[in-house]
């Protein structure tokens, strides 16, 4: 540029080129016949969602912006999709462009929106791992500590994942940080627990812990179930 | 003892949540919520201030109710008041409602910064990860003005505690995925990298996801992490199933890192260093070695852990494309899943192999499995995993297994969901075209599709089967004798009479020799549908049958009876009643040669990419298609020519030359053809065989955006949509300026006819001069073209040139228009001066004429550096401490044209109270003034 001229937008988003190969390179690499790597999008969980086999949304996580109408309008398209596939079917699904990973616990379903290019073994483990940590934190969890606890349920999760990916898989170290936290708590609330809230008003709920059978290793379930 | 009764609960909350879940009806449970919303609502009004429990409880109960899916419209201010509590939980339950109710209320929203930035500078762990959990989880464009400078600085600080630093990493991600303009990259990015090498394994798995997003813009500054990646992966693959404690998940060691790191890798090309490039083949070759080990462990949490891994380093393996070894193995593994007892991993081994089809190396290894997928087809009792088989089976096609897949695939249709027939009949279709040796078997295949599936055989479809006959003459006689049979089934088709009736028509003559085929019986067959079809059907009969009247002279007779009938010469359907008209008209005023002449037969098709792979691309999205396809244009040589869709609503009729013979024909209206354009008379035919539209679409959506945007820069994309981007590069001196505009052809296939045209309106004409040479008209196939315009500045304006863009993509005319961003602050010279030759001019300037204000709101957020780099972007000079104000912002230059130079002098004084400006310019031209006020009150 000759000198003199004005110093023209300083602005950083301005996309800066080079007279050559302005303003899409990788359509003329493509066309030049060299495969262009393609490119992976940085992919992450868009939202989470808990809900009983009756349908009724237990805990939702959104982790795009969309509006509570968009919300309510993919939860109810969602439920009814997942509620009526079958048990042996693959707990993938393709829904508008993205996938979503469901799993049922017990009563519980646990469902997943990831992008196209995500990882979706992994992501029915990150399901796994956070009803393992529900069950650690309640001591064999069912339906009803998620509802009566429901604050608890986010405050894990908010440990386990944050914005979508993954931020602590160490269930040591996430437990430590919710019973750290609960450590700082006051005493001088009155103590409640699901079970104990559930015998207040005196109705007697078929508790079915999530876990079940599912995971074999710990002896405490059994505790709960007998 | 469960671990909730440590002594957090709200007895309130817990008697609330019971009486809920013991509503019998919906009724009852709003009656409830109704009750509730009164009594907190009351509460929160009350004079009784609410201790920091109840304040908690009341915000807990409102969340629930939300959650339960009801509106709240109150609680915030409380929500917020929590944040600032020093106790622990209150400040949580504080954080989880503002995180889930986020609420874009300004005064709000300031609040909640403060009270975030309180936490952040608290040094307190817990309770910077709080407010980080809670920028995360909101996101919002507020938040990360906020705080995106804070954040890198917490995330490399030396004394950050770990788990702050995974918030912060995650925390940044999401603010950068949702603004990535407002996050700096500065020195942190190298320190950032490091962070691969922590001593603690979550830091390192949420830097990973940082990493990976922000390295897609600016790979080279990233670079190093692929080194680093590479040996910590290894570390991970070759550590014993115990070694990371409690980062080993069912026996397989941190499978969540792992598959991070594998997703890092595929960000770039193949590491150069030999070194590290051994290492990773080393790596990926363990992964696929550990898949044959015997498992740890019989639970399928091991397996889904171990084989998301493998599932990832095949995902690195087709990205790196250049290791037939490894890509073969990897197929091979594929090939053991698709018959595997858990469904998910059949699914997932049917979409991976898809990729590997694609790969020169590995597309025969794919091949094998071709039985196994069509078993899978027939059997798999999940739609998506059939799904995935018919992609599967789609890909791996080639010419040597084309005709099973094909028979294959059309069994498939007659039981398939009908979710996905249109896609399958879509494939067949094009598979059928694409590796066909034998035209006799193309036709037979088409016409099976739409005998199985009529309904999902859209237009595109049957158009083609008509282009290829058309196109080859060695398969006519053949697609006229077959569709003569398929004609004789007592329900058909609609789209088969369709073909039928075109096919007839222009070589019914190759079997009129047969009498089981006479041309009698073939108008008898053809018009025994003819009252079962839809108007446009029938349309196209009646064109068939004044073609018969040319082909076999003696049926005219009883075609031109039928075409007497009422219910053709009256019928209530304008478009019929004019072909049978027309038709009749022609049949019995036209000489023989003439008939000959108007009813020619259809001339082959030009070459052009196929319409129903175009359409099956924009049904799948433009990636997947695109990709399969050019890899196997190598392999394949293609046979056929790809003639272009016929227009609608012409397809039936014979291209007519517009000949004077046929404007001879006196009063009889010349247009055999489909309803005619809005213009008439001679140039009718033209109109409907070109694309003479001279018209200049109107402006494209956006393009205002655009064009503001362009005030304060000279660079960037001016208008882009799924086929073509623009580009401006541009200076100006003076009252000259150059333009290179930059016209990039997004699509694999040319543009031609390309013509960009510059259009000064009359006002504009005198005083811009804009000098351009024409382009080259055809634009290949990922191409740009570039166009320099000269531009000079003659005087003053207001008004900007449209650029229009008018082009042919496939068989499509496009018409674009854009306002090119050329506005008169593009000729400004700064100007220094001091503070007082700055106000001995502005008072020189008083006359009420010269002087233009305006007040207005701020459309942007108001940040002092960006006002300061607009002003500077919009050509005038920024003079520092000249208005005693330092909030203001104060400005001066020289607009230069060739007729004359004008001084200017602008003032903006923000008020951040109020959200407003005031703009003031002065300058000794009213309409200057009145212009370079409108333009700039734009910017901000």
Known sequence: MPAGFPPHSTTASLPQHGDRGFPFAAAAAAAAGQAPPRPRPAAAMQFMLLFSRQGKLRLQKWYVPLSDKEKKKITRELVQTVLARKPKMCSFLEWRDLKIVYKRYASLYFCCAIEDQDNELITLEIIHRYVELLDKYFGSVCELDIIFNFEKAYFILDEFLLGGEVQETSKKNVLKAIEQADLLQEVSDPPTSASQSAGITGVSHRIQPIFMSLIGESKCREKSIG | ?940
């Open chain 2, 1 to 940: 003892m469960p671990a909730v009764s440590k002594g957090d609960g709200m007895r309130g909350l817990a008697v609330f949540i019971s009486d809920i879940r013991n509503c019998k009806s919906k009724e009852a449970e709003i009656k409830r919520i109704n009750k509730e919303l009164a009594n907190i609502r009351s509460k929160f009004k009350g004079d009784k201030a609410l201790d920091g429990y109840s304040k908690k409880k009341y915000v807990c109960k409102l969340l629930f109710i939300f959650l339960l899916g009801h509106d709240i419209d109150f609680g915030h201010m409380e929500a917020v008041n929590l944040l600032s509590s020093n106790k622990y939980t209150e400040k949580q339950i504080g954080y989880l409602f503002i995180s889930v109710l986020v609420n874009s209320n300004s005064e709000l929203i300031r609040l909640i910064n403060n009270a975030i930035k309180n936490d952040l500078a608290s040094r307190n762990p817990t309770f910077m990860c709080l407010a980080l959990h809670c920028i995360a989880n909101v996101g919002s464009r507020e938040m990360g003005e906020a705080f995106a400078a804070d954040i890198p600085r917490i995330l490399v600080a030396g004394d950050s505690m770990d788990s702050v630093k995974q918030s912060a990493a995650l925390c940044l991600l999401r603010l950068y995925k949702a603004s990535p303009d407002l996050v700096p990259m500065g020195e942190w990015t190298a320190r950032v990298v490091h962070l691969l090498n922590d001593q603690h394994m979550g830091v390192v798995t949420a830097a990973v996801s940082l990493i990976t997003c922000l390295c897609k813009k600016n790979p080279d500054d990233f670079k190093t992490c692929v080194s680093l990646a590479v040996s910590r992966l290894s570390r991970i693959v070759s550590s014993a199933s115990t070694d990371l404690q409690d980062y080993t998940y069912y026996f397989v060691p941190a499978p969540w890192l792992s598959v991070k790191l594998l997703r890092l890798l595929q960000c770039y090309p193949p590491p150069e260093d030999a070194a590290v490039k051994g290492r990773l083949v080393e790596c990926l070759e363990t992964v696929l070695n550990k898949a044959q080990e015997p498992p740890k462990s019989k639970k399928v949490q091991h397996s889904n852990a171990k084989n998301a891994i493998l599932f990832e380093t095949i995902s690195l393996i087709i990205h790196y494309d250049s290791e037939p070894n490894l890509l073969v193995r990897a197929c091979n593994q594929l090939g053991q899943f698709l018959q595997h007892r858990e469904t998910n991993l059949r699914y997932l081994a049917l979409e991976s192999m898809c990729t590997l089809a694609s790969s020169e190396f590995s597309h025969e290894a794919v091949k094998t499995h071709i039985e196994t997928v069509i078993n899978a087809l027939k059997t798999e009792r999940d739609v998506s995993v059939r799904q995935r088989a018919v992609d599967l089976l789609y890909a791996m096609c080639d010419r040597s297994n084309a005709p099973q897949i094909v028979a294959e695939m059309l069994s498939y249709l007659e039981t398939a969901d009908y979710s996905i027939r249109e896609e399958i009949v879509l494939k067949v279709a094009i598979l059928a075209e694409k590796y066909a040796v034998d035209y006799t078997w193309y036709v037979d295949t088409i016409l099976n599709l739409i005998r199985i599936a009529g309904d999902y055989v859209s237009e595109e479809v049957w158009y083609r089967v008509i282009q290829i006959v058309i196109n080859r003459d060695d398969v006519q006689g053949y697609a006229a004798k077959t569709v003569f049979e398929a004609l004789q089934a007592p329900a058909c088709h609609e789209n088969l009479v369709k073909v039928g009736g075109y096919i007839l028509g222009e070589f019914g003559n190759l079997i009129a020799g047969d009498p089981r085929s006479s041309p009698l019986i073939q108008f008898h067959l053809l018009h025994s549908k003819f009252h079962l079809c839809s108007v446009p059907t029938r349309a196209l009969l009646l064109s068939t049958y004044i073609k018969f009247v040319n082909l076999f002279p003696e049926v005219k007779p009883t075609i031109q009876d039928v075409l007497r009938s009422d219910s053709q010469l009256r019928n209530a359907d304008v478009e019929l009643q004019q072909r049978a008209v027309e038709y009749l008209r022609l049949s019995t005023v036209a000489s023989t040669d003439i008939l000959a002449t108007v009813l020619e037969e259809m001339p082959p098709f030009p070459e052009r990419e196929s319409s129903i792979l175009a359409k099956l691309k924009k049904k799948k999205g433009p990636g997947t298609v695109t990709d399969l396809e050019d890899t196997k244009r190598d392999r394949s040589v293609d046979v056929n020519g790809g003639p272009e869709p016929a227009p609608a609503s012409t397809s039936a009729v014979s291209t007519p030359s517009p000949s004077a013979d046929l404007l001879g024909l006196g009063a009889a209206p010349t247009a055999p053809a489909g309803p005619p354009p809005s213009s008439g008379g001679s140039g009718l035919l033209v109109d409907v065989f070109s694309d003479s539209a001279s018209v200049v679409a109107p402006l494209a959506p956006g393009s205002e955006d655009n064009f503001a945007r362009f005030v304060c820069k000279n660079n960037g994309v001016l208008f882009e949509n799924q086929l073509l981007q623009i580009g401006l590069k541009s200076e100006f001196r003076q009252n000259l300026g150059r333009m290179f505009i930059f016209y990039g052809n997004k699509t694999s296939t040319q543009f031609l006819n390309f013509t960009p045209t510059l259009i000064c309106s009359d006002d504009l004409q005198p005083n811009l001069n804009l000098q351009t040479k024409p382009v080259d008209p055809t634009v290949e196939g990922g191409a740009q073209v570039q166009q320099v315009v000269n531009i000079e500045c003659v005087s003053d304006f207001t008004e900007a040139p449209v650029l229009n863009i008018q082009f042919r993509y496939g068989g499509t005319f496009q018409n674009v228009s854009v306002q090119l961003p050329i506005t008169l602050n593009k000729f400004f010279q700064p100007t220094e001066m001091a503070s007082q030759d700055f106000f001995q001019r502005w008072k020189q300037l008083s006359n009420p004429q010269q002087e233009v204000q305006n007040i207005f709101k701020a459309k942007h957020p108001m940040d002092t550096e960006v006002t300061k780099a607009k002003i500077i972007g919009f050509g005038s000079a920024l003079l520092e401490e000249v208005d005693p104000n330092p909030a203001n912002f104060v400005g001066a230059g020289i607009i230069h044209t060739k007729t004359t130079q004008i001084g200017c002098l602008l003032r903006l004084e923000p008020n951040l109270q109020a959200q407003m400006y005031r703009l003031t310019l002065r300058t000794s031209k009213e309409a200057v003034s009145q212009r370079l006020c409108e333009l700039l009150s734009a910017q901000f």
